[in-house]
T-cell receptor
Framework: GQQLNQSPQSMFIQEGEDVSMNCTSS?????WLWYKQDPGEGPVLLIA?????ELTSNGRLTAQFGITRKDSFLNISASIPSDVGIYFC??????????FGPGTSLSVIP | KAGVTQTPRYLIKTRGQQVTLSCSPI?????VSWYQQTPGQGLQFLFE???????NKGNFPGRFSGRQFSNSRSEMNVSTLELGDSALYLC??????????????FGPGTRLLVL
């Protein structure tokens, strides 16, 4: 079946540092989504990408839809303690189910 | 605009019982998807409903079922509960317009514990 790979699996960074994480797939997707989940809560949508090559920002977050449509990356600049959580990428083909990656756990050291 | 709501937020059941979870999507959204999240398996897709019809289905046994009402609200049911069904059950809604490039928004989830 379709699978997404996320890397790194977990990361520990100092407050103020920039963060990069990525998501790869063997399948082509029409939509890439990035979510953040806090413990005990549902994932919250951060950024949605709809076109290959698209680069979209949301505050300190920037995400790109890979040109091959098989990958995406998320950058967080100047990390702060509230950035702690699990970041999920997700891909979707039109009218098909959304496939989620296993997540990247981010810890920020003050 | 109100977000996705799920009830109940927490539930404790015993093996063999059945459970029904409810999800109210964002107003105007017609698609509702259900996911099971466990520490070991991550987010696993259960099924998606659109306009009261099941449009996609994941690889779960028949004990897991769902339905959607004319107002887009959805319920999922798990019969003959097993210990392994303990998980966070998440509902997500999307507008599901003609382009297919819709975005899903999640509810806070229902935490189910099976004893």
């Amino acid at each position: 079946g379709q699978q997404l790979n996320q890397s790194p699996q977990s990361m520990f960074i100092q407050e103020g540092e920039d963060v990069s994480m990525n998501c790869t797939s063997s399948s082509i997707f029409n939509t890439w989504l990035w979510y953040k989940q806090d413990p005990g809560e549902g994932p919250v949508l951060l950024i949605a990408l709809y076109k290959a090559g698209e680069l979209t920002s949301n505050g300190r977050l920037t995400a790109q839809f890979g040109i091959t449509r098989k990958d995406s990356f998320l950058n967080i600049s100047a990390s702060i303690p509230s950035d702690v959580g699990i970041y999920f990428c997700a891909g979707r083909k039109s009218y098909d189910k959304v496939i989620f990656g296993p997540g990247t756990s981010l810890s920020v050291i003050p | 605009k109100a977000g996705v709501t799920q009830t109940p937020r927490y539930l404790i059941k015993t093996r063999g019982q059945q459970v029904t979870l409810s999800c109210s999507p964002i107003s105007g959204h017609r698609s509702v998807s259900w996911y099971q999240q466990t520490p070991g398996q991550g987010l696993q897709f259960l099924f998606e409903y659109f306009s009261e019809t099941q449009r996609n289905k994941g690889n779960f046994p028949g004990r897991f079922s769902g339905r959607q009402f004319s107002n887009s609200r959805s319920e999922m049911n798990v019969s003959t509960l097993e210990l392994g069904d303990s998980a966070l059950y998440l509902c997500a809604s999307s507008f599901s317009g003609t382009g297919g490039a819709e975005t899903q928004y999640f509810g806070p989830g229902t935490r189910l514990l099976v004893l």
